[in-house]
């Protein structure tokens, strides 16, 4: 305790920049899961290729991937970018099914009362089938951010300042404070995702709320 509070400024800007490094590619991979799962969901043919296809992009270990990025960018070997990116690759890769998943969950006389009422394909789907594949959804994005809390300490080793720099600093140091505050603010910090993301899921899904006790 007594070497958190005096690195309380340093601790804190470190779980700023952890924060933003695990929430960019949280919501970019969510944007590009929803057509991807779509499609899965629509035709029977890509869902396999899709589904596999992208979780086989989980199977790459992600010190190499983060390797990897600045030849596949162009960018340097510290660039934050390196990060956000490969975190959107794995995003991906966890919630393609999911959110295919969470389509399939929408009951078939809903959306045929919805076609009954003259709603098209791109309104039913924005406004009737992705609302109700919301609990699914969030469910696999609660996965996802607690994984991108955990993998964007690995990119210390390259560098990459952020809550994983206390670990790497505590091992080179054989100091175990820095080691055991980087531990808890991990934790923390997707505690906070997690509980996040569950109040928008409730703001999302108010009709999950009615009737249930105060």
Not at 3 to 11: S, Y
Not at 71 to 99: C, E, F, K, S, W
């Amino acid at each position: 305790m007594n070497w958190f509070l005096g690195h309380l400024d340093e601790v804190g800007s470190l779980m700023a920049t952890h924060a933003v490094l695990a929430s960019a590619p949280l919501l970019a991979g969510l944007l590009l899961a929803i057509p991807l799962g779509w499609l899965a969901r629509r035709y029977r043919l890509l869902r396999t290729p899709l589904i596999v296809g992208t979780g086989l992009l989980y199977t790459i270990p992600s010190l190499a991937l983060f390797i990897l990025m600045p030849l596949v960018l162009g960018t340097g070997i510290l660039d934050p970018l390196n990060v956000v990116v490969a975190l959107t690759v794995y995003t991906v890769a966890l919630l393609v099914r999911t959110v295919s998943d969470g389509l399939a969950s929408v009951p078939d006389d809903v959306l045929q009362a919805a076609s009954a009422m003259g709603i098209g394909r791109v309104s039913r789907f924005l406004k009737v089938e992705l609302p109700l594949a919301v609990p699914v959804i969030s469910a696999g994005l609660r996965v996802a951010a607690v994984s991108n809390v955990s993998i964007v300490s690995v990119a210390a080793l390259l560098g990459i300042a952020q809550l994983g720099s206390l670990f790497t600093d505590g091992f080179a140091r054989n100091y175990l404070d820095p080691i055991v505050v980087g531990i808890l603010a991990c934790i923390a910090l997707a505690l906070v995702f997690d509980l996040l993301i569950v109040a928008l899921t409730k703001v999302a899904t108010p009709w999950l709320r009615v009737g249930s006790p105060a």
